[in-house]
């Protein structure tokens, strides 16, 4: 055999990054699209509540109004997780189970399964001695098949327990397998009493699968807003150096994105992994976003453009003063007057309009990042969402 022959031999194609990008993107759109649209039309109506309460029925649940409520949180802290287990805490006394989050799947099966079962075991030790049959008892989970089993969500379930589990990654990972190693929350959500949500979209699939899932909404708390801020953003001057501002990792599409808008002339300024800038903390975050004239947010999931869900950035940057344009998702309206409150685009030139006419009319601008300052405070925060999450246990345990 010639030495060409032996080169075509091992040839391997290499395609360009943006061209494997592209069709994962193509192939991740279109699975979700389809499988949104089925569960849409071949999930018949069901009544949410009357779902919960057989499940609590089945296994003869009780609440004692008389008695202390306890919350076993399960859960690995990432970043802002924190922050949900801060405002949990609120509802009693509470216990926090979790593990080192892996960064990636493991190379194999066995090493999974390994962590998987080391995990659960301890998982059950650990509430047997939070446990008593006497108390109240909320197990919150946020966490998927990945790490926690079916037969731990039974095991949590008592006659005095509610379980409730918080997906924020569903509508891109309902139930998936990766290197044989599941993904997503298809089994956790069958077993515990109800999920949460920030897809809407989603929510026939988890009732498909008999399973009752709400879109973790908010009640608006009472709060006193912070006049220093209100004075200092109506004095600031966001007109003399325009630009937009992005916090946020460099991966997918969004690089290409940010480059076609520097493209047209307005001045991009990056922070977050991947960017030339790099990292910043938290308090410089927050100083960014104050003084920044426009905060840019994506919101599509995964390898897609279009298939979007409510980012953490979506409460934060109007929380912090900030005024946020982001890619429109269907939850953002349940939050927000959108146009009044925060920008939304659809399309790269609608993100370049709605650019140049917040440049360009800067009273405006200056209203719109007051209002959502002012909505982000009193109804964005977790605070609030677990006030509307304390409202549905009083609905269950009445």
Do not use: H
């Amino acid at each position: 055999m010639s030495i060409t022959n032996n080169r075509f031999l091992n040839f391997k194609p290499q395609f360009p990054k943006s061209f494997s990008f592209e069709l994962k993107s193509i192939y991740q759109t279109l699975k979700i699209l389809a499988e949104i649209n089925f569960y849409k039309i071949f999930c018949k109506s069901v009544n949410q509540d009357d779902l919960v309460k057989s499940k609590l029925l089945r296994r003869n649940f009780r609440w004692d109004k008389n008695e202390k409520t306890k919350i076993f949180i399960i859960l690995s802290i990432n970043n802002w997780e924190k922050l949900l287990v801060d405002e949990l805490s609120v509802l009693g006394n509470t216990y926090f189970f979790t593990w080192d989050k892996t960064s990636n799947f493991f190379k194999t099966k066995e090493e999974w399964m390994n962590f998987y079962t080391i995990l659960n075991s301890r998982l059950k030790f650990e509430f047997d001695k939070f446990y008593n049959e006497t108390d109240n008892f909320i197990v919150f989970y946020y966490a998927s098949d990945f790490s926690i089993s079916v037969d731990s969500v039974k095991y949590l379930n008592r006659k005095n327990t509610i379980s409730i589990s918080f997906c924020w990654d569903d509508i891109l990972y309902f139930k998936s397998v990766v290197k044989s190693q599941p993904v997503g929350v298809y089994n956790l959500s069958q077993d515990v009493d109800f999920n949460y949500t920030f897809s809407p979209e989603i929510i026939p699939r988890y009732n498909f699968n008999k399973a009752a899932c709400y879109f973790w909404n908010s009640i608006p708390i009472e709060v006193n807003l912070n006049n220093q801020l209100l004075s200092k953003i109506n004095d600031a001057n966001y007109t003399d150096s325009f630009y937009v501002l992005f916090v946020g990792s460099k991966y997918g599409w969004r690089e290409k994105f940010i480059n076609q808008i520097k493209e047209t002339g307005i001045n991009v300024i990056c922070y977050g992994k991947g960017w030339d800038n790099g990292e910043i903390d938290q308090l410089q975050l927050q100083k960014q976003v104050f003084n920044a004239p426009l905060t840019l947010g994506f919101s599509a999931v995964g390898y897609t453009k279009q298939i979007t869900t409510l980012k953490g950035r979506d409460f934060e940057i109007p929380l912090w003063g900030g005024l946020y344009i982001t890619q429109f998702s269907q939850g953002l309206k349940e939050y927000y007057d959108i146009e009044n409150e925060i920008l939304v685009y659809t399309s790269f030139k609608d993100c370049i309009d709605q650019i140049n006419f917040i440049q360009n009319n800067p009273v405006l601008a200056k209203r719109i990042r007051i209002a959502g300052y002012k909505r982000a405070l009193k109804f964005c925060s977790w605070e609030s969402r677990i006030l509307f999450l304390k409202s549905q246990l009083n609905t269950f345990t009445n």
